[in-house]
C-alpha cells in the first residue's frame, strides 16, 4: 500500500515538472484610465466588460483619478461598455463603448478619453477642428439647459406647494427667482400671474392690492406674449396650447375685473371663448359676472344667454340672468312686474339646482313677482303600484 502511494506521488511530481508554466496563467490584467471631453479623470465611473467567447462579465469601477485596474480577466475579446456612474448604469445610458477589445495572458491597457474619441469621430466623418467645437459647445448647452429645466421644475413645485400652503409671498419670490433663471417659459410667469393675483385678494391696504393686481396684468400679458411667439414658431399644432392660451386671457380678466377695468376684462374674456370654444360656457358666464357687477344688466344678460346656449345645463347662468332681469322691474301700483323671462329663469334655475346654493332664493325672488314656485323639483316620485 505504502509502494502504491509512493509511486503516486513520483507521477504527480513529475507531471508538475512536464508541465507548460504558463498553464498556472490562464487570465490576464486589465488597466486604463477614463476621462471626460474636457480631459478630466471621471471617478466612480462603471466598465461592463463582456466576453464574447464565453459570456464571462467582469463589472469594474475607476477611483477619484478616473483609473481602473483588475486581475483574473479570461481571454478572449471583450465588449466594454462604460458609464458616468451607477445611476446612468440602471437607465443604460452608456458613455462609451468598445468592441471586440482583445485580452490577452498579460497585462492589457484600454484607456477612454472622450476628447479624442470625439475628434477621431469628427475625422472620420470629415469636420473641421471648427465644426468639432461647435458639436461640443451644442453638447455643453444642451447639457446646461437639462441642469436648467431641472433647477425650473424644481422651484415650480416648490411654489405649487407654498400656493396650496397660502404663503403667496413664497411663492412669488420662488417664482421670480425661476424667471431669473430663465425668462423664456410662458408657464412660470403664468404662476407668478396667480401668485400675484391670488395675494392681491388678501391685503388690506388698497395701493398694495392694486400693485400686485397690476403685476398680475403684466405677468399674464407676458405668458401670453412667449406663448404666442412658440405657438408661431412650432411646426407641430397642439390643440392644448390653445386651451393654455385661453386660460392665461381667463385669468387675466379676473384680474382686470378686480382691477375695476370691466372693458379690458370683457376683450380678455372674449379673447378666452375664441381660443377655446369648449370652454366658452365659463367665459361668457365670467363676462356676465363682471358686467352685473358693473352695473350693465343688458350686455350682462346677453352674456349669460349666450353662456346657457353653449351649456343649457348651467344652473348659475339662469340665476343670475333672472337677477338681471328682476333688476329691471317696474312697479304697477304696489305689484312689481318683472320683464319676460325673469320667471322663466329662476324656475329653470330650481329645476337643475333644487337644492342649490341659490334656491331659497330663487324661491323668494319667484313670490315677490307672484310667480308660482314650484317645490317638486329634485324629490323622489312614489312609485307606482302594480296591481
Known amino acids: 500500500m505504502k509502494k502504491r502511494a ?111 474619441e470625439q475628434e477621431n469621430a469628427a475625422k472620420g466623418q470629415g469636420m473641421t477642428p471648427e465644426q468639432l467645437k461647435q458639436i461640443q459647445e451644442q453638447q455643453e448647452k444642451q447639457k446646461q439647459q437639462v441642469t436648467t429645466i431641472k433647477n425650473l421644475n424644481e422651484k415650480i413645485v416648490a411654489a405649487g406647494n407654498a400656493v396650496k400652503a397660502g404663503d403667496y409671498d413664497a411663492a412669488i419670490a420662488t417664482l421670480t427667482e425661476a424667471t431669473q433663471v430663465d425668462a423664456s417659459h410662458d408657464v412660470i410667469w403664468g404662476q407668478l400671474a396667480d401668485a400675484y393675483r391670488g395675494s392681491a385678494v388678501k391685503q388690506t391696504d388698497p395701493a398694495e392690492k392694486t400693485r400686485r393686481l397690476q403685476e398680475a396684468i403684466n405677468d399674464y400679458l407676458k405668458a401670453i406674449d412667449l406663448k404666442q411667439k412658440a405657438m408661431e414658431a412650432s411646426t407641430k399644432k397642439d390643440p392644448d396650447d390653445n386651451k393654455r392660451q385661453a386660460a392665461y386671457y381667463n385669468n387675466l380678466g379676473d384680474a382686470y375685473h378686480r382691477s375695476g377695468k370691466t372693458d379690458d376684462a370683457v376683450k380678455a374674456y372674449t379673447q378666452a371663448a375664441q381660443l377655446n370654444p369648449e370652454g366658452a360656457a365659463g367665459y361668457y358666464f365670467n363676462m356676465g359676472a363682471v358686467l352685473t357687477n358693473a352695473g350693465k344688466a343688458d350686455e350682462a344678460i346677453a352674456y349669460f344667454d349666450k353662456c346657457i346656449a353653449a351649456d343649457p345645463t348651467k344652473a348659475e347662468a339662469y340665476y343670475q340672468k333672472g337677477v338681471n332681469l328682476l333688476g329691471k322691474a317696474t312697479l304697477q301700483g304696489d305689484k312689481m312686474v318683472a320683464p319676460p323671462g325673469t320667471a322663466e329663469a329662476f324656475q329653470k334655475y330650481l329645476e337643475l339646482a333644487p337644492t342649490g346654493p341659490n334656491a331659497d332664493a330663487a324661491k323668494q325672488l319667484l313670490a315677490s313677482i307672484g310667480a308660482p314656485v314650484e317645490t317638486g323639483f329634485g324629490k323622489k316620485k312614489p312609485a307606482t303600484k302594480t296591481k
Open 6 to 116: 509512493a509511486m503516486f506521488a513520483i507521477v504527480l511530481a513529475m507531471l508538475a515538472i512536464c508541465m507548460p508554466s504558463g498553464f498556472g496563467q490562464a487570465s490576464g490584467t486589465v488597466k486604463g484610465t477614463i476621462k471626460d471631453v474636457q480631459g478630466n479623470p471621471i471617478p466612480d465611473a462603471i466598465l461592463v466588460w463582456v466576453n464574447g467567447d464565453n459570456g464571462q462579465r467582469y463589472t469594474l469601477r475607476t477611483n477619484k483619478k478616473g483609473e481602473y485596474f483588475s486581475l483574473g480577466i479570461s481571454q478572449g475579446a471583450y465588449t466594454v461598455t462604460i458609464f458616468k456612474n451607477a445611476d446612468d448604469q440602471k437607465a443604460n445610458k452608456e458613455l462609451f463603448h468598445f468592441v471586440k477589445f482583445p485580452v490577452a495572458l498579460t497585462e492589457n491597457t484600454l484607456d477612454l478619453d472622450l476628447k479624442h
